[in-house]
Structure formats: structure tokens, C-alpha cells
């Protein structure tokens, strides 16, 4: 059974910052991509950044140059550093997976439970 646990999320005021952190465990052969998604009340879901087995990013053009998104491959975990946080940040972040479990039969996508991020103004 595979298992992604975020933490991190919190209250912080506007211009803070946050660290958000992902581990994932179980019977993990390898994964792949990895990302954040944020899904605000009454909006969709929607990217924030993820990043490949290999290092690379891509970002949501509305946190590019204040969010970096990193990553342990050797931990199985994602890190999430968000800086110049703003209110329209306040969102459930949830950790993704693009992963392949020992015995299993194809890459699947696996999420966290999600954290709760507020930016107080």
C-alpha cells in the first residue's frame, strides 16, 4: 500500500513563507513526476509546480518566481518552498504521484490528503 503524507501548511500573513513537505512510502518500485496541486473553495483544482525524476520543473505562471519545488528521490519526498506568500495563495494543497509499485501493473497516479494552507491580509 502506498502512502503520500504532506505537512507543513499552516496560518502565515501575507509576505511569509511556508516549506510544505511530501513523503511517499510503501512498496514503491519508482516514481516518476511528482507536483502540488492547491484547490481553493469554490475553484478546481489546479497545478502549482511539479518536477520529474530528473529535476525538472514547471510552474503555474501565478507562483513562478516566489514558489521552488524540489525534491529527495533517494526519501521519496517533494518539497514545496513558498515565499511572498499572498491571500490568493489560501488554498488544501495535495501532494501528487506518478508512481509504479513493486508487482504493480503500470504507472498510477497516487494523492495525498491535502494540507491547508491560509495567507491572512
Known amino acids: 500500500q502506498v502512502q503520500l503524507v504532506e505537512s507543513g501548511g499552516g496560518l502565515v500573513q501575507a509576505g511569509g513563507s511556508l516549506r510544505l513537505s511530501c513523503a511517499a512510502s510503501?512498496?514503491?518500485?519508482?516514481?516518476?513526476?511528482m507536483g502540488w496541486y492547491r484547490q481553493a473553495p469554490g475553484k478546481q483544482r489546479e497545478l502549482v509546480a511539479r518536477?520529474?525524476?530528473?529535476?525538472?520543473?514547471n510552474y503555474a505562471d501565478s507562483v513562478k518566481g516566489r514558489f521552488t519545488i524540489s525534491r529527495d528521490n533517494a526519501k521519496n519526498t517533494v518539497y514545496l518552498q513558498m515565499n511572498s506568500l499572498k491571500p490568493e495563495d489560501t488554498a488544501v494543497y495535495y501532494c501528487?504521484?506518478?508512481?509504479?509499485?513493486?508487482?504493480?501493473?503500470?504507472?498510477?497516479?497516487?494523492w495525498g490528503q491535502g494540507t491547508q494552507v491560509t495567507v491572512s491580509s
Open positions: 518536477i520529474t525524476s530528473g529535476g525538472r520543473t
Open positions: 510503501g512498496s514503491i518500485l519508482g516514481i516518476n513526476t
Open positions: 501528487n504521484a506518478d508512481l509504479i509499485q513493486y508487482g504493480g501493473s503500470g504507472w498510477f497516479d497516487y
